[in-house]
Each structure stands twice: as C-alpha cells, then as structure tokens.
C-alpha cells in the first residue's frame, strides 16, 4: 500500500504572533532554562528559533524594546546534559508501560538497584521528578514514590511491562502535598503565623486549598494539607519566630529539634 501526501499537506505553515506573545513566550523560555539538557528545552529553542526566523523585523524590534524592562531570576543554573539518557529511556518506559531498572542514590545513602513502573514526570521548583510506582511493592500498599532525576545513576528498560492502576489521577495526586513530597494519608499542619509575617503568607500561598483564620491581633492560623508533615518545616524554619507549629504534634517536635540543634550549632558564636 501506498500513501501520498496531498497538497493540503504539503503546504508550508507560516508561523506568526504578536510582541505581547513573543513577551510571554520568551519569559516562559527563561523559566524554563533549568531543562537545559533535555529534549524539552531542545523544543523550546528549535520553536523559539523558527517564530524569530518567520517574524518580519519590525515585529522583533517592538518585541526587544519591551522585552528590555522584563527580567526573570531566581532561576538556578543547572543542566540535565548528562541524563539525557536517563530522561529518554525513562519518558519512552511511560508511554509503553515498561518496567526500568535504575540505580539510584538518595541522600545520604549508599546506591542502590530498584525496579520502578514510572508514571509521569513533574518539573518542581526547576527540578524534574519522576513518578513511579515501586514495582516490588504488592498493590495492597503505598506503592508511589517521587524521585530526582538529579539521582539517577543508569536507568534500562526491560522487557516487563505494567498496567497503570486506573483510578490513579495525577493531579489529585500531587494536589496532597505542600511540595513534592511522597506519602501517604493526607495530614492537617496548623501554624501561628505573627502578624508581622502573615501578609507574606497571604501574599504567597503555600497550597491552593489552605485555610486562613485571621485573629483580632493581626496574626493568623494558618492550616495546611501535606502528604508528609516535615515538608512545611523548611517554610516555617524560613521565617524564624514569626512562625510557630501547633499541631500534629509530632510535627511540632521535629521542629522543636532542629531548633535545638541549630541553638547548639550557633551557641558559641
């Protein structure tokens, strides 16, 4: 059998926009510079490369004008160049439900060889995280675990393969947690939140479903849902006094422990 392309299909699509789109696009370019590396930064520059070749001058000329008064930061400098390999092997396991070896090294901890069925990838806070299920890990259990691309040693897909659970769903997934955190039940962190920091609070939301009680004298109780309840500690150690844990209990213990370590650390100064 033979196909052949009709003219419809042969006809070259000229690619055009506007200074505002090219202003936002190349802002999301930018953020998207920690994917240096990866075939989906290779994306975005071969896209960028051809709008700027199709665009006529003076829309380019309008678009660096205002572009001159937007800058991005905060953006690390990283690059995945060397898991290139990995991130392939690993996208292609999740379109054919392949099982992957890996090797990997979590922090502090010597490397190790696992068997993961991997789900999606997730780009946190200019990392990507690989979702995946411990294959070894029987269905009765807490299977998902969410590991750094950063910690990949070697990764190889076998000839094994696996049938996504159907009533997972991504977004409810990783809508449980303050950060990128892998748990279980869902737990509730309630903060004191002073007065003075609590417009930082409320300024910057730490989860879309947080509840905000606003008391007399200015400070709030702020409640928080986490999959682990030690992932809301860095942002309550960030802002110091200002911020006090009152409940799970255990949660608040931890904290207290840093506390005391760090009181030890920077007792002598």
Sequence with gaps: RVWKLGPAARTVHKISASATELIALSLGRDLMNPLAGTPFWHGIETFWNKIR???????????????????VLGVPAKSYDKHQ?????????????????VEYQSIGKPTTTRLIEPYAV??????????????????????????KLDRFQKAT??????????????????????????GGDVVNVKIRVSAYAAPWVLEDPWHPDQQVERLDDGSIHLTVPASHE??????????GSEAEVLEPASCRQA????????ATMYGNS
């Design 85 to 101: 390999g990995t991130l392939k092997t690993i996208n292609r396991a999740i379109l054919e439900h392949r099982v992957v070896e």
């Design 122 to 147: 997730v780009f946190y806070q200019s990392s990507l995280y690989i979702i995946a299920a411990a294959h070894e890990i029987p269905d009765d259990r807490p299977r998902i675990r969410h590991l």
């Design 53 to 71: 070749d199709e665009l006529p001058s003076t829309v380019w000329e309008h678009y660096e004008k205002y572009r001159r008064i937007l800058y």
């Design 255 to 262: 904290i207290a422990e840093t506390v005391r370590q760090l």
């Design 230 to 239: 030690l992932e809301v500690a860095p942002r309550v150690l960030a802002l």
């Design 157 to 182: 897909a076998l000839d094994q393969w696996f049938k996504p659970p159907v009533d997972f769903r991504l977004e409810e997934h990783l809508g449980k947690s303050v950060g990128i955190f892998a």
